[in-house]
């Protein structure tokens, strides 16, 4: 299974060829992280990182519902980008120099800028990580908060024990039984998963955040073309937002006279998606079906949803964050 | 040309060549599947722009693992520990689970199994619930059972239940019992006990050869026992016992971070180890007892018969007569159990015990991605585990079988 899937890979067509053959985008996501890929009752995914996944699918196919995914665990997500299972890995991963260097994998841009937080009950008493000297903290294997905590302990010159599981739910049972005195991920995964607790409310965040978390969509290295479309499909989210145009208006700008920016956007002016290998309005259908990065945010992950995230760092550069997209021209 | 066609003919009905011909099909086909493998992964690895070595295990490991046997045997410290110290720490500690399990599922498993075929009936119908129960449930959910009914039951980390007070007690952290650090002069305690070993074995010898011309009867093993005791005892108390019992220590006060029992103080079992351990032995115990029921079941009567009309009593009939015959069944599927129980540990992942799919082929996997190799060398491990347990129970098998007259 493997060694053919990745024979594909290699030796056969390009990976935008292999999605265009087989009809949809197979896209690599969490085991059911709320707010960024998520499974409802009946099935259907959704979240931030869902979004990422069908605006490929929209640019690709002028579909975006043209999507299948893998719920992958921490410790599989790589093998199975790099095997070939999944055309993009879009789950909440971070951007390291080892991930893009030593694994055969690049990273497509940042669609949430995170950091390392802890949780730990009110009861504890605790105000600051500094105060956690000798505790027990859970977390998952496999990604680079083991790594985070290590460092921050040891820089600190503080002891603890680490319990690191498989996937994230029972890591969340775990530290709601009392196994642990801390619980440490993303700050996104803590607000996503407080709501799995017992009590949400017994418990408090810490202020520290103890990393950068650059979360972003992986694909495999080696195929510049399905790398390009991958990016680029992010970065028209954010510049769609950066313009005011959104699912509700984009198709006026059929209609109506625009600024050269926007004409070259949803593909009224020049031939940028065919330059990606597809047709000149993905970026119309990506907005039109998925919309804008802020839409996408807002409904997901801002603060009208369970997780209450604050736009913080993730607004656009313009409105005092550090969300940036490179020009369309 | 009708001789030629007769010829090649005859050769290719002959069994002697025609059977030469398909083992040499079957060779080339098998040496080319497996050159085709390493090639196409070759060629992959290439177009991913990785390549293939073992340098990775001299890196130093840079995240945190939990307290086990691993950790504390391979002195394991961030920053100064390498992968290859990652990869012996995840062996130890599925050995110890796997040795550990081995023991408990036997026991309980003949014990159980003997229960089965016992005349009394809540005996009976204890054992057959039991059994059906267990070996009915999916390993991975009896893990999950234990582990969250273990956690669930326990006091949290700044409480206890003490099972002897100040020298064992349990919370959710652990189990902490009492730790003894050998002083100078331990070695001779010893020394006194690889002597008694040694004096034991002669003496059953003796014991059994002088049975078997005389008659008479030494009570060996009550001999033995107080020899493999009461030797390095003695030599421990005339040395001056050199032993320091170090006592798990309890805080009740102070900032409540530091309440509870403290770090250093003692030997602590995780509630991850004990859980795996408990589900391992308990499922697995529950095959071995259908395993030795069979083998018992497998004993004709008439073995009891005879025994019974040479005047032996119950006990004896079951220890010298029975289980000698039924161990030839049971020793090869129990083989299997022991070996399954090995590979079965890791399934330990999902609770967090620290082995080696957990700690090796899951985050150090993830820190250096090194896939082929690392699955290599863990499925090198399960492999060796496995022989060797085969081998042994093998040579166990080969003495215990039955000797034809």
């Not at chain 2, 070595?53 to 394991?76: E, K, M, N, R």
């Not at chain 2, 016992?118 to 059906?132: K, M, P």
Request: charged share 15%; proline share 4%.
């Amino acid at each position: 299974m493997l060694a053919s899937n990745a024979m594909a890979g290699s030796h056969g067509d390009s990976t935008l060829a292999q999605v265009k053959a087989k009809g949809f985008v197979q896209c690599g996501v969490s085991q059911g992280l709320p707010g960024f890929s998520n499974a409802d009752d009946s099935g259907n995914w959704t979240g931030l990182d869902v979004d990422l996944c069908r605006a490929v699918a929209a640019a690709v196919f002028g579909d975006a519902s043209k999507v299948k995914y893998s719920p992958l665990s921490a410790k599989q997500r790589f093998t199975a980008l790099s095997s070939g299972e999944v055309d993009i890995l879009s789950r909440n991963t971070t951007w390291t120099m080892t991930r893009d260097t030593q694994l055969g994998l690049n990273f497509a841009g940042v669609n949430y800028y995170d950091g390392q937080g802890m949780m730990v009950p009110t009861a504890l008493g605790a105000t600051s990580a500094l105060e956690l000297d000798g505790a027990n903290i859970c977390t998952n294997t496999g990604t680079t908060t083991e790594l985070n905590i290590t460092d921050y302990f040891r820089a600190n010159n503080m002891s603890f024990n680490l319990v690191a599981f498989e996937k994230a739910d029972e890591v969340v049972a775990a530290y709601d039984a009392g196994r642990c005195d801390v619980y440490t991920t993303d700050r996104s995964g803590l607000a996503a998963q407080r709501g799995k607790l017992t009590n949400p409310d017994a418990h408090v965040v810490l202020p520290e955040i103890i990393s950068k978390e650059p979360l972003g969509p992986v694909v495999r290295q080696g195929d510049d073309q399905w790398f390009n479309i991958v990016r680029w499909s992010l970065n028209a989210m954010i510049n769609a937002e950066e313009m005011g145009i959104t699912s509700a208006n984009v198709n006026a700008t059929q209609y109506n006279k625009v600024t050269p920016g926007v004409a070259r956007l949803v593909g009224k002016e020049g031939n940028f998606g065919e330059e990606l290998g597809l047709s000149n309005d993905w970026a119309y259908n990506i907005i039109k079906q998925v919309g804008n990065y802020g839409e996408s945010y807002e409904k997901h992950v801002g603060e009208n949803t369970p997780l209450k995230l604050a736009r913080g760092v993730n607004a656009l550069w313009t409105k005092g964050g550090i969300m940036y997209a490179p020009p369309i021209r | 040309m009708n001789s030629d066609k007769s010829l090649l003919l005859k050769y290719l009905y002959d069994t002697r060549t025609r059977s030469i011909i398909f083992q040499v099909l079957l060779i080339l086909s098998l040496v080319f599947g497996f050159w085709w493998i390493v090639d196409n992964t070759a060629v992959n690895l290439q177009a991913q722009n990785k390549s293939v070595g073992f340098g990775f295990l001299t890196q130093t490991a840079g995240f945190a693992i939990s307290d086990t046997l691993g950790t504390w045997l391979f002195d394991y410290e961030v920053g100064t520990s390498t992968y290859l110290d990652v990869y012996f720490i995840g062996i130890a500690n599925t050995f110890l689970v796997a040795f550990l399990g081995i023991i408990f599922a036997t026991i309980l498993g003949f014990t159980f199994g003997i229960m089965r075929l016992s005349q009394n009936f809540v005996f009976r119908a204890f054992s057959t619930v039991y059994i059906e129960l267990t070996r009915n449930i999916p390993l991975l959910v009896q893990l999950f059972f234990w582990y969250f009914a273990v956690l669930r039951s326990l006091p949290n980390a700044r409480g206890k239940v003490d099972i002897i007070p100040d020298v064992i007690g349990i919370n959710i952290v652990g189990l902490y019992l009492p730790s003894a650090i050998p002083q100078d002069g331990f070695s001779l305690t010893m020394w006194a006990f690889a002597i008694a070993v040694v004096i034991t074995f002669f003496m059953n010898r003796w014991a059994t050869k002088r049975q078997q011309e005389t008659g008479r009867i030494f009570p060996a093993f009550w001999a033995g026992l107080g020899l493999l005791i009461g030797l390095p005892l003695i030599v421990f108390l005339v040395s001056g016992s050199p032993l320091v019992v170090e006592y798990p220590e309890f805080k009740e006060t102070g900032p409540i971070l530091k309440r509870g029992f403290q770090k250093g103080a003692g030997m602590v079992l995780v509630p991850e180890m004990l859980a795996v351990w408990l589900s391992l032995s308990l499922y697995t115990a529950a095959f071995i007892a259908e395993i030795v029921r069979a083998g018992i079941m497998a004993v004709n009567k008439g073995q009891t018969e005879a025994s019974l009309a040479l005047g032996l009593k119950p006990n004896p009939i079951l220890r010298l007569v029975i289980i000698p015959q039924a161990m030839r069944v049971i020793i090869p599927p129990l083989t299997s159990q022991y070996l399954n129980l090995t590979k079965n540990s890791s399934l330990a992942i999902a609770i967090a015990y620290p082995e080696l799919v957990s700690v090796f082929a899951g985050t150090a996997l993830n820190q250096v991605g090194k896939e082929i190799e690392m699955i290599f060398m863990m499925m090198s491990v399960y492999l060796t585990f496995s022989i060797l347990t085969s081998i042994f129970m093998n040579w166990f098998n080969a003495r215990v079988k039955l000797v034809e007259r």
